[in-house]
């Protein structure tokens, strides 16, 4: 009798099928148990409360600060855009919020990351972990995606209580056009802080110390916050040097130059991207001539053209998170962990 199949091969399918479902159950079970664990230590942690407390003071002081002088302003009829005012305004001896959290973001991200693989190592937990039942993956996703759930948290919190405070300081609520661009303005600084974080996570696999890893990281964020700026300086007065017989397309030039060169750092693309977010009246964020303004109709840009605007600086930033993730993520898989 002829079998138009067989019944060896058949019976392989299911079972082939079931393993992989099986497979990824696992993997994804596992990694839900790992993040939870990790979520649960950092929320714990007395790194994470001072981080938290000093991140809340600066920025509620900042706003206290800028909500004095805008409520004189309010008076005046200066009324547009007030409640976004309040992120951007400096008070008498305070910064604005949005310089508090450009300097303290990175800070806040390098301290979340900087012991997460070396610390473990040093403790002997991270050998045991692999030993265990689950995917190698699984314990560096888990670092990451809890560090970002922590910042996440930790934003959104701030941003709500500072804006409320605003609110009460200015007796006027937001636009909903203004908190479009407040929780965009808290997105990108949660992309912003992950960027630091993934690169303190992996300075924490490149160095077997602690403090070599935390102290690699805040080298990069001193460089990238102060010196950069300082050799983009002297690359376009170098490239372009402005004279007093200097032309009006060389000084153009020079400070091209010297926006292009700062560029490279995420610190100068954040700081161009919340500006322009929380600042509907920036219609440009590059160098330009007299000549190309005349014409143009003052007034404040809708949201969608300010986000075309430093599209390319979110894209930026998106995409640096995603290099830093990936070359720890490479790194880890093929790094030798002994007992």
């Known amino acids: 009798m002829n079998i138009p199949f ?3 091969g058949a019976l392989k399918i299911p079972f082939k099928e079931k393993s992989e479902s099986s497979h990824s159950e696992a993997k994804r079970t596992g990694l839900a148990v790992l993040y939870k664990k990790e979520l649960a230590d950092q929320f714990r942690s007395k790194r994470f409360i ?16 800028a909500g004095l002088g805008i409520r004189e302003a309010v008076e005046q009829q200066e009324s547009d855009f007030v409640f976004l005012r309040l992120f ?19 800070l806040i ?77 808290i997105l990108l600084t949660i992309v912003y802080m ?13 160095f077997k110390q602690t403090a070599t890893s935390a102290l690699s990281g805040i080298a990069l964020w001193l460089f ?16 372009f040097p402005v004279t007093e017989q200097a032309s009006a397309s060389v000084v153009l030039r020079n400070q091209r130059w010297q926006q292009g060169i700062s560029r490279l750092s995420p610190t100068q693309l954040y700081d161009e991207a919340v500006v322009t977010i929380l600042n509907p009246g920036v219609r ?6 007299s000549e190309q303004i005349e014409g143009a109709i003052p007034g404040a840009l809708p949201l969608g053209q300010s986000i075309l605007l430093v599209w390319p600086h979110i894209v930026g930033l998106i995409a640096l998170t995603m290099i830093c993730f990936a070359i720890s993520y490479v790194y880890f898989m093929k790094q030798e962990i002994r007992a």
């Open 6 to 8: 067989s019944f060896k």
């Open 50 to 65: 001072i981080v938290l407390i000093l991140i809340a003071v600066t920025g509620l002081a900042s706003i206290y600060s």
């Open 88 to 106: 951007t305004s400096s008070g008498n001896s305070l910064p604005s919020f949005i310089s508090f959290v450009s300097f303290l973001g990175p």
């Open 109 to 185: 991200g390098l301290a979340l990351g900087f012991d997460s693989i070396n610390g473990e190592q040093a403790r002997g937990t991270l050998s045991r972990l692999l030993s265990q039942p689950i995917h190698r993956d699984t314990v560096v996703n888990r670092k990451f995606l809890a560090g970002v759930t922590v910042l996440s948290v930790m934003l959104l919190a701030i941003g709500l209580t500072v804006g409320g405070l605003g609110i009460i300081l200015i007796g006027i609520p937001p636009s909903l056009e203004e908190l479009f661009r407040l929780l965009l303005f």
């Open 194 to 206: 992950a960027l630091w974080l993934s690169i303190s996570l992996l300075f924490s696999l490149l």
């Open 224 to 239: 990238f916050s102060v010196f950069m700026n300082l050799i983009a300086g002297l690359v376009a007065n170098v490239l």
């Open 284 to 289: 440009t964020i590059g160098p330009i001539l």
